[in-house]
């Protein structure tokens, strides 16, 4: 007896790396964990909001299953974000869930789709999973994407076009120009197109975030989003998908089904993320103002370590930070730091594809700034020895 074929495809290097920093904390070794973007395990925490309306629904009638489709109130607050009918819209289990359904309603065995190249992880994997292809859109050296190239990518099996916009790793935020070509190229091939829009607040400097949605008005847009990252709360495991355009309701059909196949999402945090959204983001100033200064750290820092360079991520929290001069894949680099050093990153091979010669790793810009401080200069001993 053994598994299937279809569960060895699963890969999520963002936690794979993790088995072992644990082998080597076992071994005596402190690790400094720069592999994954969770705020509560460092200084940051959701908004007073959340944590009460969780609080009172605990008291009040949200023991049992909630509606598949998502809390009736959510979905009207998320409605009135997104701008559209409450009907188009489906609470997920943070946006993975989200990731999970569309995918699997937008591909069958046999298809393909478009990623941003780099990419989330989580898409890649779930392409597989389906038997699908995946194939990646180049980006420029700002890592906004080339909808030339995006053209050139699209096959006759092709599905779907996904954005991640602000993008994970690189945290770049993409021009309203940009999404206009990527919404027109959809147009022009009618493909539906998957718009992770999960860090759109948490805009690091002063740029302008479009979402698809306003920008692709005659194709399917699936918005997706979450309180994991604007609210910085990802232990809630509450997001969304909004789908937008969709004239004949066959995909909001399709997501239905997904929705009632799994029962529910936890009502008791469905409520806490009503009082989240009806408070706004007014907390967020002084988060985004620790973070920006983690980001100008950290990037200060890559600029000083010979055979190491970052560009800037406008949003998110991430740096996507390319390695010269060193021997081996990024996997052995990933693992020879934390072996010498106890710095824990993920290999850029995880986001970025098709690229074998360049190596990268994605880190966090998360930690308090002695942490990173301290993380950055065991990084600069290691790069010194290479």
């Not at 898409?123 to 700002?142: R, W």
């Not at 602000?166 to 206009?180: D, F, H, I, Q, S």
């Not at 949605?213 to 918005?223: G, M």
């Amino acid at each position: 007896m053994k598994p299937s074929h279809a569960s060895s495809l699963v890969r999520y290097a963002i936690r794979d790396v993790v088995l072992e920093a644990k082998k080597e904390e076992a071994r005596g070794k402190k690790v400094i964990y720069l592999n994954i973007g969770d705020p509560c395990k460092y200084d940051f925490s959701p908004p007073q909001s959340i944590v009460d309306g969780v609080k009172e629904a605990l008291d009040g009638p949200y023991k049992g299953y909630a509606f598949s489709l998502g809390d009736q109130e959510l979905r009207e607050e998320i409605a009135r974000i997104e701008k559209c009918s409450p009907d188009q819209v489906f609470v997920t289990l943070g946006l993975s869930e989200g990731i999970d359904f569309g995918t699997r309603i937008l591909l069958d065995a046999g298809d393909s789709i478009l990623l941003p190249n780099p990419t989330y992880p989580l898409y890649p994997t779930k392409t597989d999973v389906l038997g699908a292809e995946a194939l990646y859109y180049n980006c420029d050296k700002e890592w906004v994407p080339d909808p030339e190239d995006l053209r050139k990518k699209i096959k006759e099996n092709t599905k779907a076009i996904v954005v991640i916009n602000p993008n994970n790793p690189t945290g770049a935020v993409y021009p309203r120009k940009v999404l206009e070509e990527i919404a027109n190229i959809a147009s022009e091939h009618k493909l539906p197109i998957f718009s992770d829009e999960v860090y759109d607040h948490v805009l690091i400097d002063d740029v302008e975030m479009h979402k698809m949605k306003d920008v692709a008005k005659d194709v399917p847009v699936f918005s997706g989003n979450s309180l994991s990252k604007n609210y910085f709360y990802p232990g809630a495991r509450v997001g969304y998908t909004a789908i937008h355009n969709d004239a004949g309701g066959e995909f909001m059909d399709a997501f239905t089904r997904m929705c009632n196949q799994r029962l529910s999402v936890n009502w008791e945090f469905q409520r806490g993320a009503l009082a989240g959204y009806k408070a706004g983001l007014g907390f967020l100033k002084p988060k985004l103002e620790k973070l920006r200064k983690r980001r100008d750290i950290v990037c200060k820092r890559i600029g000083e370590i010979p055979g190491l360079s970052v560009c800037a991520p406008k949003a998110a929290a991430y740096g996507f930070v390319k390695v010269d001069g060193y021997a081996g894949t990024d996997w052995d680099f990933v693992y020879a730091l934390l072996r010498e050093e106890g710095v824990l990153v993920v290999p850029g091979s995880a986001f970025y594809k098709n690229h074998p010669d360049e190596l990268y790793f994605r880190t966090t810009l998360l930690p308090e700034e002695k942490t990173l401080e301290l993380a950055m200069g065991k990084l600069e001993k290691f790069m010194k020895r290479i």
